[in-house]
């Protein structure tokens, strides 16, 4: 295999992977985070609009973590600095 | 495929770009304040108004009420700044309805210039409302250890709000290209309902996540009351 079809493979590889791993966890996360908000909803329904607030606040940190995994696999297939170095390298010989 | 609305560029002159971030970024600026302009000019007191200043209306004291509820209590203070951000946000992505248009918050230069207005304007807040040694002071809160923590996390809020965003807004586009080659039909406008609620929310969050920011910077301390002797 030259080295374009290695950086190729690895970097769509790694892609998959990054996501398919990288979202698990905030996954969870945020089921544990609206369950318990759920639950602390139906024990006290006069504090919905601070435990729905805080609710969206913590969600959205939570799930940083997975935009974080997702926007670098979108990097590696759509924008890859060594795909783009390799071809350069190969374009300039 | 496109990564962001950069690479769209209309026209160039040397280095000069005006790429299709720029431009949607000026529609925006253009409606929203020639919006505001014209339904603005003639405010009414009595019962009787036109439907566009009840929408303003509601609007802006909604803002108001949710600014008040995170715990500044002078909302009309941070309204000019956290209400920009909710508006501008909110905006760009339920224009999505129109044809040809791309989110400008689909690009990482635009998220990052709001999250910097965003780094700047919490020491400002802060320094206004509590004087520059008291603000500097809550750095080395509780103790000088905590110095470059407080700092690092300054820092990697800000670009969690940028990378937030951007992420949010590029996801949404790219699933309905993806699905558009797949699926052409039906599927993608129910992608795009749902991107326009993750666009609501994403806006709540960033000028909501803005408003904690703020509060955090401007609480003043109280000081300590005495603990009471016990009988």
């Known amino acids: ?93 | 495929m496109r990564l962001s609305p950069d690479e769209l560029i209309f026209w160039q002159y040397g280095f000069l770009k005006l790429n299709a971030t720029i431009v949607f970024t000026w529609g925006l600026m253009l409606v929203l304040t020639v919006g505001s302009k014209l339904i603005t000019r003639r405010l009414s007191i009595s019962l009787k108004r036109s439907r566009w200043q009840n929408l303003l209306e509601i609007v802006v004291t909604g803002i108001e009420q949710q600014i008040e509820e995170v715990g500044l209590s002078q909302p009309r203070k941070y309204l000019g700044f956290l209400g920009t951000l909710f508006l501008f946000v909110a905006a760009a992505s339920l224009c999505t309805v129109v044809p040809g248009y791309e989110p400008p918050t689909g690009s990482l230069s635009t998220t990052a210039a709001l999250a910097l207005c965003v780094f700047v304007a919490v020491p400002l807040f802060g320094i206004e409302e509590q004087g520059v040694g008291n603000y500097l002071k809550s750095y080395v809160k509780p103790t000088f250890i905590m110095l470059p923590f407080n700092i690092i996390s300054e820092l990697s809020r800000t670009l969690a709000l940028a990378v937030r965003l951007f992420g949010n807004m590029m996801s949404g586009a790219m699933i309905i290209g993806i699905l558009l080659t797949i699926m052409p039909f039906i599927f993608p406008i129910i992608m795009t309902a749902l991107g326009l609620l993750t666009g609501m929310v994403q806006a709540y969050i960033f000028s909501i996540l803005a408003a904690v920011y703020i509060a955090a910077a401007t609480r003043v301390r109280k000081p300590k009351p005495e603990p009471e002797a016990k009988p």
């Open chain 1, 1 to 93: 295999m030259d080295n374009m079809t290695i950086i190729a493979v690895a970097s769509i590889v790694i892609a998959g992977i990054t996501t398919g791993f990288g979202t698990m966890g905030p996954a969870l996360a945020e089921g544990r985070a609206v369950a318990t908000a759920l639950s602390s909803l139906a024990q006290q329904p006069d504090a919905s609009a601070t435990i729905t607030r805080t609710l969206f606040v913590g969600l959205a940190m939570i799930e940083s973590t997975a935009i974080y995994c997702f926007v670098v696999s979108m990097i590696l297939i759509f924008a890859n600095p060594f795909w783009n170095h390799v071809i350069a390298q190969a374009t300039g010989k």
